[in-house]
């Protein structure tokens, strides 16, 4: 049996009893994660102008925009909710696998909801997507490391999701699956920019699509992973893939634990997280004032230099990928967070003063990969005392401190009480018969 078979056939006969118990609850967390992000960037300019795209296109109301008031296709519907999580660059993320679930988690609620499935069968549908998606790009990393493309592994992981959520068995899963790894793309220079926000998002587009096309008869070639001229052939480095590490332990392991989906705690690149830390860790425990710093310094390999990629950002989108704006906003104010990172903090005096006092150190001879990154930071007071801290992984929210950002970024967008009750339909996920009650109290209708 052959690499894309073993995968498919594994997605299409695994189900939510055959989860582990940390599993699922891993799962539920990740998902109040990606509702919780998804309306915190709902009301943004850039979710305003998705939003009136797709409201303009003729669409059956099939499931629910998180944040709108309005209802479109699935497939739309997961590529907006999808956007606006990946807005406010709080997306959970994968160090060791691919790049994140934001596709995976998008394409199971609106799918789910279009097909009215339950709530044990969205979190199977998001858990099996990801070890589809994870397992395929954790084993290529070090080809896709050089140039970037890590992006690439997401159309996988929402097909695979699209699959199970319309139960398309073993064969139309494997043509799903083709058909929508030909679609897979993303350009790292898009970083900073709009059209970041919606890379991602696309693929839970596509892999709906794709998997709709598969239910209808459409065919596609049905090793498409491991084919010569296929998916790992044509967009892999040569070497830079393991197809025998892609299925070994299958079912033993899951992506979702080991090696990890990490969620955010800063609304910016997951690259400069380490940094953060290790920055706020040396800042507190010497009780040291900003007036007192006379420079910060991070260090870095090639690979965090090609999304650290904004010396001097010119908008709210470059500040999330610039060294001298995140440090800067941390030593000035004590903390980063969505406010930070608007067009008019970067038109901050106050923080074009302290960007002075970052500084920011490629070293091209370090290993240049994604995984064996480094991010030491040295802070320099005044009178020379110098403080060095190297932080291997970043630290993650608690499900209280998750809970209570996303409280926050429902205020002004739905009552106290409704907040209250889509928390609890979220926390008790897999109890709930149809998931479409939930999606609903996800828009702002009254």
Known sequence: MVTTERLMRFLAETTYADLPHEVVERGKV????????????????????????????TARPEASVIGRNFKTTASYAAYLNGSFNHETELESVSQKTSPNPLAVLAVSLSLGEKMGRTGKEILEAAVLGFEVQGRVGGASLSGVSRRGRISIFNHLGAVAAASKVLKLGVHRSRMALGIAAFQAGGLIANVGTSAHVVELAVAARDGIEAAAFADLGLTSHPDIIETPQGFCDALIDEGGYDLEKMTKDLGRTYQVLEPGISIKKYPCCYRSHRALDALFEILNENRISYEEIENVTVDLNLYDSYLMKFPDPKTGEEAKFSYPHIMSAAILKGKVWVD?????????????????????????????????????????????????REINAPSEPTLEQLLGRYREAAQGIWTTERTQRSIDLLLNLEKQNNVSPLMELLTIRE
């Open 30 to 57: 990740l998902v109040i994660d990606f509702v919780g992000g998804a309306l915190a960037g709902s009301q943004t300019g850039v979710a305003d102008a998705l939003s009136r795209y797709v409201a303009e296109q």
């Open 340 to 388: 930070s990172f608007t067009d008019a903090s970067v038109r901050d005096p106050l923080l074009e003063e302290a960007k002075k006092k970052v500084s920011v150190v490629i070293h091209k001879e370090w290993p240049p990969g994604r995984v064996d990154a480094r991010t030491p930071v040295t802070v320099t007071l005044k009178g020379g005392r110098r403080f060095s």
